[in-house]
């Protein structure tokens, strides 16, 4: 077999989803290569979408006419906003997801897309020639030998590239349970692109029979009253499947320390380096000696009920301890593991070998995305999906890179964290990673990304044109509340608190203030209502992070001493203190490219360099 396309993708995960979808839809004829159409968009691990950071990435795919915030409204089973007591910037939506309806869903979304074949096999060679004095892709050979010609290729394999399971002692090839691990691929990959193949690791918690856990022993997490998810249209949200809280405790840390020395990642079989902010519950265990207990979330897996997710029990433990451990907690006394917990180790190349269009520095039309490049997360992977699909639809028309910067989105803001230093552990998204996060809402997603989609092609005119409306009805609205006689509106938009009562308050007294300016048509969607508080609540401070902003452009030359001490400077999390002695930066520009740095870290550091500048002097 051998066939042409414009763009190839190679892998069916969260990212390779995307590629292919918003490759097809902006008119590229695209094959999606992936071992098994019965399991693209699958959830090996937790069965959920969005949180803080991520959640906002999620937001700008469906800004961007992606398809993960589609597969959310159809599937999701619960849904929570986190971090509502604080404001609408560090605001993070979080769904529960029907896993199994997920990839179902998403197989039969892509199947009717014009534009889009899918293969089922193994993708084990990236083929290129030297084309006008550069290394060019030309196409993909399968491990069955048929051979696909295009000019650009995304690969997103996920875990699959020489993966390894891990439970206890015990290990053997695989890419996700139950699944042949990809061989070959990484070699072909690290061949053309001449970078090193690297190793990280991740895991998942063993699954439990839903039947054998006690419910009334445990917290019920409440659902919340929301309008809308990641789409633009307003939804009835509804809880469909409850989740629950349980907690470990001194026994169960004690099972774990007892038999520690089982442990695949503590007993020297992995050599691969696993996700800070998603660790195993032998490395909570471990590195937090002195916390009596760890919150563990129940959560459904499908709707079917069968099996639930323990979050926060990721572990590498032979499956005698993994028993025993979980039948330590109150409320799974009784509980019966249906799928065992294991570790996984996978190759994966520096992201600092791509440019800001994930496209390598040195092989023309090769793309990388998702856990390939170091990003943890379905979230980060999805959103990387998508700036390599654009990019290789792009690419292959001739036309220029699209490009998101730091400024404008948090998919900017991880691109650039990623392919500008790379990483040193699994990446994962957090509002803390945002300079401009003020301006990096959930509530003006529409605003910042929906022109770039409708240029991109990659949303109907029946949309753009809903937005448009809904920006026009935002721009008035803060025009009219700022006006000198309407102060006593400005005061109620300007709240702290911005509760529910508020917020009833608002809508009617503006949309009569609309009416008032003939927009008798206007009606204000929660969206639209949040957005224009934030702008009204946020316009001195976002005044403020524009000066801090330019402090650090002012600075960036600033040498820092050989003599700081950075090991416990007050307010310095303790992982940037760890980045800054590991880097040792000479500038505050330097201290800028380190990821994970945040603005606040920055004042802080260049506040510090001063004084001891200044001591000096």
């Known amino acids: 077999m051998n066939q042409n396309y414009d763009v190839i993708v190679i892998g069916g995960g969260h990212a390779g989803v995307e590629a292919a979808y918003v490759s097809a839809k902006m008119g590229s004829k695209t094959l999606l290569i992936t071992l098994d159409k019965n399991k693209i968009a699958t959830m090996p691990c937790n069965p959920s979408i969005g949180g803080l950071g991520k959640g906002h990435i999620v937001f700008e795919i469906g800004a961007m006419g992606g398809l993960m915030p589609q597969l959310c409204t159809k599937t999701y ?11 609408p910037a560090v605001q993070g939506l979080r769904l529960q997801i029907d896993k199994f309806a997920y990839s179902k869903t998403a197989s039969q979304i892509l199947s009717q897309v014009p534009n889009l074949d899918i293969y089922n096999g193994m993708g ?47 290990r053997y090839p695989a890419g996700r349970r139950g699944e042949a691990p990809a061989i070959g691929l990484s070699e072909s990959i690290s061949q053309a692109m001449e970078a090193p193949i690297l190793r990280l690791k991740t895991g998942t918690p063993p699954r439990l029979l839903t039947s054998s856990i006690d419910f009334s022993k445990l917290e019920r997490q409440p659902a919340q009253a929301l309008e809308y998810l990641y789409e633009f249209d307003e939804l009835h ?57 760890h919150h563990v979330f129940i959560e459904p897996e499908g709707a079917d009920g069968i099996e639930s997710y323990p979050a926060g029990l ?105 392919v500008t230093i790379g990483i040193d552990e699994p990446y994962r998204m957090f509002t803390s990673r945002a300079e401009r996060r003020l301006i990096l809402r959930q509530d003006n997603v529409l605003l910042r990304l929906m022109p770039y989609a409708k240029k991109l092609g990659t ?31 400005f005061k109620l938009f300007h709240s702290i608190d911005f509760t529910e009562e508020i917020k009833a308050e608002c809508r009617l007294k503006l949309e009569e203030k609309l009416k008032e300016a003939e927009l008798n048509q206007a009606v204000l969607s929660p969206r639209a209502l949040l957005c224009i508080h934030a702008e009204i609540r946020y316009h001195g401070y976002i005044e403020k992070e524009n000066k801090e ?69």
């Open 459 to 489: 949303i109907s005119d029946e949309l753009y044109e809903k937005f448009l409306k809904e920006k026009s009805l935002i721009q008035k609205s803060i025009e009219i509340i700022k006006l000198p006689e309407n102060h006593l509106l």
């Open 314 to 418: 990721s572990t590498s433990l032979p499956l005698e301890v993994q028993m025993q451990y979980i039948n330590s907690i109150e409320g799974l006394e009784n509980a019966i593991i249906s799928k065992c917990a294991y570790a996984i180790e996978y190759d994966f190349f520096q992201p600092n070998n791509l440019t800001h269009s994930l496209e390598a520095k040195n092989v023309e039309g090769l793309f990388l995305a998702g856990q390939l490049i170091g990003t943890t997360g379905y979230e980060e992977a999805a959103g990387l999906g998508l700036i390599a699909g654009i990019n290789a639809s792009l690419k292959q028309k001739g036309l220029a890179p699209f490009i998101l910067s730091r400024s404008e989105s948090y998919i900017g803001v991880m691109i650039d964290d990623l």
């Open 124 to 170: 084990s060679e990236i083929l290129t020639q030297i084309i006008n004095g550069k290394k060019q892709v030309v196409g993909v050979k399968t491990s069955a030998g048929d051979i696909f010609n295009a000019s650009c290729v995304v690969v997103t394999t996920g875990t699959f590239l020489n993966g390894v399971i891990h439970i206890g002692k015990t």
């Open 549 to 617: 902003a330019e402090k650090t452009v002012k600075f960036a030359d600033l040498a820092i001493p050989k003599k700081i001490e950075y090991k416990d400077m007050p307010g310095i999390t303790r992982e940037l203190q760890q980045k800054l002695i590991k880097y040792r930066p000479d500038t505050i520009a330097q201290a800028q490219l380190i990821p994970g740095m945040t603005p606040a870290a920055i004042s802080i550091l260049i506040f510090q360099t001063r004084v001891i500048w200044k001591d000096v002097a």
């Open 77 to 87: 089973l619960q849904a929570r906003m986190l971090n509502t007591s604080k404001g």
């Open 237 to 293: 949200v509804e809880e469909k499947y409850p989740c629950y809280i349980a907690k470990t405790n001194e026994k169960t840390h004690d099972i774990i320390r007892n038999n520690m020395h089982l442990s695949a990642l503590y007993g020297g079989a992995i050599s691969g380096i696993g996700p800070r902010y998603c660790p195993s519950i032998e490395d909570k265990v471990k590195k937090f000696p002195n916390q009596k207990s």
